[in-house]
Structures are given as C-alpha cells and as structure tokens.
C-alpha cells in the first residue's frame, strides 16, 4: 500500500490530546488536496458486525441466480434489492465503449423511513425507497441493519472531522447529513473462468459523485486502484480493523476543488489455470439531506480563485448525475 493513502485513528480526533486531535485533523487535509483518499481505524463499527455482513453477503451471492432476481427491483431507476452480473457499467461517462461491468450487488438505503411529509416529497424523489430484504440468509435483515446503523455513525463523525479541517465550527455539517439519503450496496465480483474482453471490467474508472463513500473490502490484493494527481495509479489493499475513506464529487464541488475526488478503478483479477480469485465489497455512498444548497464553502475561494461552481442542491445534483450515467429523467435512489 502505497503511503499516499494515510491511516489515521478517529479516536485520536476524539482525544483529549490537543496535539493528537490537531494531527489527525492535519493528514485528513493533507490526504484531501491531494489523493482524495485516507483509510480510518479507531472508527468504532465493531469487527463481528462487519464480518457476519461480508458472510452474510457471500452466503446471498452463492444461492442460484433465479433466487436472486426475486429480490431485484421492479425498476431500473431505483437502487434498491438485486442487481445481477452486468447490470451495471460503470465509468461509462468516461468511456463510453466499456461493456457491463463484471460484477454483481445488492442495495440497501434508510432503514426505517419516518412517516414525515420530508421523506414523501416529489423533491425526495426515489431517495427513500423501500428496502426489498431476501428471505436467506435468515439473518440478511438484521445483519444489514446493524452495518447501516454503524455507516450512520461514521459517517456524522467524518463530517465533523472534514468541519475542522476545512477550518469550520465542528457541527456545521451537522444539520446537513441529519436526513442523510445514504446507500449501502454490497458488491460482488464473481471469480472469472476466462480472460475479460476487451472493454470489460471490474469496474471502469470513475469518480464518486456524493459527499464521500465509506468502503470495506476484503483481502484480495491489487484489486482496488486509485489515480494520484500525478496520474500514477497506486493499490490500495486490505488493512485489518480499517475502513477506506474517498470523497466524491459534491464534496470536491463544495471545496472548490480544494479537496479532490479521485479517479478509482477495480482492476480485473489475473486467470490463472481457467480461474480467478473473486471479491467482494460493502461500500456505503454516503448522501447530504436531499435540500441541502452546496455552495463554494467561505475559505475555499478568494479574489484569485474565485468559486467555480454555481451552487446546487444535492437532490438536483443526484438528478444530473443519474441523468449522464443511466439517461434516467429521474433519479435512481442511490
């Protein structure tokens, strides 16, 4: 791992330390302007939480695909359920000549949806649909809801750690995430009995286009690849106890590109003896409320760096987004 990709220890942001809380809140910036991603340990998601959702996601992708396309939506255009191998390409706003990604998921979003005007609105769009919840592994539900729980938790506590190294009160984000939109989707990369195509991939290159993803992968190496300003792509493999940290593009946006969102790949496994290795993944795309305005943040721009973007609301961004990548006219969920 190279060590562009810093590990930094949330519980030293929480120290009574002033110096070790000013360190951490130091490499979370330095590690912002300039990869755009940082891995977090200390971060308070307990390992057996984390380890029955990898088991229990394996166990969902294994049963036979037939079972699996009952728990797929009924539309393309929402975010939820079972998606199958090739459903997806992504980074094809990039390249336009990529072919189905090789890879399979499943996605989740708010769990318990309150019965409040906010979360029905046209506005809110498909934001906070339904979970569909598959009937095996028996304990898939529960499982799921204890990681969500835990993205939620990290992810207020990222937020206010990106407050103070953006030299911001530390609650300043707070009220911005409160009814965070956020998907958690399981990814599966299924072993490969033959060489990829040309145009086929893992996962195309691309950038996140949220506020940031919280992700954890598993111990396959050279699999996760990141583009450094110096356009060098750089592994980032597996740290035990340790979530992977990158910022997307509304996050970027609301910097003034002060914080860069990074260009990232899945690199295809090597076939070796007519197979290869498979992974898999849980990333958590982590979403502002729907009506948040993200404009240029006050110490991102000055009289020689004026803001180079208009502002926008983050549901309006999403609908923009989902339009350039899947054609929707309107935006999925996730």
């Not at 072919?99 to 499943?106: A, D, N, P, V, Y």
């Not at 993944?281 to 000055?302: E, H, K, R």
Request: proline share 8%.
């Amino acid at each position: 791992m190279s060590t562009d990709v810093p590990i930094i220890d949330l519980q030293k942001f929480s120290s009574a330390n002033p110096a070790e809380r000013a360190g951490v809140i130091g490499e979370v910036r330095t590690a912002l302007e300039h990869v755009g991603f940082f891995m977090v340990s200390g971060h308070g998601v307990p390992q057996p939480v984390i380890d029955r959702a990898m088991s229990a996601s394996l166990e969902f992708f294994d049963r036979p695909e037939a079972e699996k396309e009952r728990f797929a939506p009924i539309s393309n255009k929402i975010t939820r359920g079972y998606n199958a191998m090739r459903g997806r390409t992504v980074g094809l706003v990039l390249n336009p000549s990529l072919k189905r990604s090789l890879q399979e998921g499943f996605a989740m979003g708010m769990m318990d949806v309150p019965d409040d005007p906010y979360f029905h609105t046209k506005e809110a769009g498909r934001s906070f649909a339904p979970n569909i919840w598959p009937d095996a592994p028996s304990d898939f539900q529960p499982t799921m809801r204890a990681y969500y729980a835990g993205m939620d938790q990290l992810f207020r506590k990222i937020m206010q750690l990106f407050a103070n190294a953006l030299e911001l009160p530390e609650t300043f984000f707070d009220d911005k995430v409160a009814r965070h939109s956020s998907t958690l989707r399981l990814i599966h990369y299924p072993a490969l009995d033959r060489e990829p195509e040309e145009g086929e991939y893992r996962s195309g290159e691309h950038t996140d286009s949220g506020t940031l993803t919280i992700l954890h992968i598993d111990d396959t190496p050279q699999s996760l690849q990141v583009r450094t300003r110096g356009g060098q792509w750089i592994d980032i493999n597996k740290v035990p106890g340790t979530f992977i940290i990158n910022i997307g593009d509304l996050m970027s946006r609301w910097t003034n590109d002060k914080w860069v969102s990074t260009l990232h790949r899945v690199a295809n496994p090597p076939v070796v003896n007519g197979r290869s290795d498979r992974r898999l993944s849980i990333a958590c795309f982590c979403q502002t409320n729907y009506d948040t305005l993200v404009d240029c943040l006050p110490n991102c721009s000055g009289p020689e760096n004026p803001p180079r973007y208009p502002p926008v609301v983050t549901g309006e961004f999403s609908l923009m987004r989902a339009a350039l990548r899947y054609g929707f006219e309107t935006a999925p969920s996730g």
